[in-house]
């Protein structure tokens, strides 16, 4: 199946750091989304992004549209416990038009140590 | 408002059998799009369902199919169960089919076929 190239695959940090990961695509889109998924439970909307170029904050987490519309990244800043999951980027409207359909990436695991 | 109800959250099925499972969108959200989560293949989009009508369609096998029902709940069968169908179905509802109405997910049904 069709996956966006995110990166890290995983993070290892300590309380307090700031954290930063992206994700790339061949192809553009004219939506980014950014989700987190703690275990047993389904993904989390974050932040989602609608214009090339557009930065978006969301308390600690800042995302960005890459201006090629190809790559999208996420920072969290000063990382706390309650920051660990699965973090997944997502592109919608790889064709054009009204689509609901969502390519995701292959997810970064955050671990943070207190 | 309540979130994404999906039912059940459990499920154990033999080879061969079939299932269905279940998923009520948050009140007034008219989209629901169904994914697929498993270890090797991440999240991948199966169907997506607007007016009762199918608009999108992952690559699945036709064993996958679904339906939507005039209040929004959805459904999504599996016909012929094979062991790779084991996975975490997740369904996901939006307002409509515009890029500015992002999906939220529900915990998903874990699907295990032995």
């Known amino acids: 199946g069709q996956q966006l190239n995110q990166s890290p695959q995983s993070m290892f940090i300590q309380e307090g750091e700031d954290v930063s990961m992206n994700c790339t695509s061949s192809s553009i889109f004219n939506t980014w989304l950014w989700y987190k998924q703690d275990p047993g439970e389904g993904p989390v909307l974050l932040i989602a992004?609608?214009?090339?170029?557009e930065l978006t904050s969301n308390g600690r987490l800042t995302a960005q549209f890459g201006i090629t519309r190809k790559d999208s990244f996420l920072n969290i800043s000063a990382s706390i416990p309650s920051d660990v999951g699965i973090y997944f980027c997502?592109?919608?409207?790889?064709?054009?038009?009204?689509?609901?359909?969502?390519?995701f990436g292959t997810g970064t695991l955050l671990a943070v140590q207190p | 408002k309540a979130g994404v109800t999906q039912t059940p959250r459990y499920l154990i099925k033999t080879r061969g059998q079939q299932v269905t499972l279940s998923c009520s969108p948050i009140s007034g959200h008219r989209s629901v799009s169904w994914y697929q989560q498993t270890p090797g293949q991440g999240l991948q989009f199966l169907f997506e369902?607007?007016?009762?009508?199918?608009?999108n369609k992952g690559n699945f096998p036709g064993r996958f199919s679904g339906r939507q029902f005039s209040n929004s709940r959805s459904e999504m069968n599996v016909s012929t169960l094979e062991l790779g169908d084991s996975a975490l179905y997740l369904c996901a509802s939006s307002l409509d089919r515009n890029l500015g109405s992002p999906l939220h997910f529900g915990n998903g049904t874990r699907l295990t076929v032995t």
């Open positions: 369902y607007f007016s009762e009508t199918q608009r």
């Open positions: 997502a592109g919608q409207g790889h064709y054009g038009g009204a689509t609901n359909k969502l390519i």
């Open positions: 992004l609608y214009k090339a170029g």
